[in-house]
């Protein structure tokens, strides 16, 4: 069954970077784009990206462009998201998602998510 | 980018009650590209309906949905115990892809 994996909680500093991983399961992984999606605390969902795991490229919000970075290791199915210059705005959880449809089923997979915390 | 706009902000309704949430966006768009989400504390959203009106595999059948260009709406035909949660638009037809600020429907 299709599955995400995403890396564990982190705690950074302001000005710092952080590197999260979205490993895939159970589906091709280059057949479907990769969403990044984050959540501050008690806000709804805020979209940030999308990575196309076969041909590397991607796309993110305009807010986000020039800190963020999607990048994929095809060899162990694995998606990253990295973000700089972090500020305390950023402390949310973090998620990877994919959607499409699968012997025509349409499906929508997330990962667990993954809590960033900026704090000094 | 496209606005999402959602109301009410909470619904207060009971056990067998009906629930309908709006979805409001600040220009039109096809109604191939909305969707709906629904969200209990510490998961990650769960797709209910897709295309504004096709249920994702597993949605129950009380869900429904409908709508289209700017106005769009969720229908819990009569409310069970598991359905009380966040509930989230979401336009993923044009970049950036934008949801809804959310409705919590809590029991009364």
């Known amino acids: 069954q299709m599955q995400l994996v995403q890396s564990g909680a982190e705690i950074k500093r302001p000005g710092a970077s952080v590197k999260i991983s979205c490993k895939a399961s159970?589906?091709?992984?280059?057949?479907?784009?990769i969403n990044w999606v984050r959540q501050a605390p008690g806000q709804g969902p805020e979209w940030m990206g999308w990575l196309n795991p076969n041909r590397g490229n991607s796309g993110s919000r305009q807010k986000f462009q020039g800190r963020v970075t999607m990048t994929r290791n095809t060899s162990i199915t694995t998606a990253y998201l990295e973000l700089s210059s972090l500020t305390s705005e950023d402390t949310a959880v973090y998620y990877c998602a994919v959607r499409g449809y699968s012997d025509s089923i349409y499906f929508d997979y997330w990962g667990q998510g993954t809590l960033v915390t900026v704090s000094s | 980018e496209i606005v999402l706009t959602q109301s009410p902000g909470t619904l207060s309704l009971s056990p067998g009650e009906r629930a309908t949430l709006s979805c409001r966006a600040s220009q039109s768009f096809s109604s191939s590209y909305l969707a709906w989400f629904q969200q209990k504390p510490g998961q990650p959203p769960r797709l209910l309906m897709y295309g504004a009106s096709n249920r994702a595999s597993g949605t129950p059948d009380r869900f429904s949905g409908s709508g289209s260009g700017t106005d769009f709406t969720l229908t819990i035909s009569r409310l069970e115990p598991e359905d009380f949660a966040v509930y989230y638009c979401q336009q993923y037809g044009t970049s950036p892809k934008t949801f809804g600020q959310g409705t919590k429907v809590e029991m009364k």
């Open positions: 159970g589906y091709t992984f280059t057949s479907y784009d």
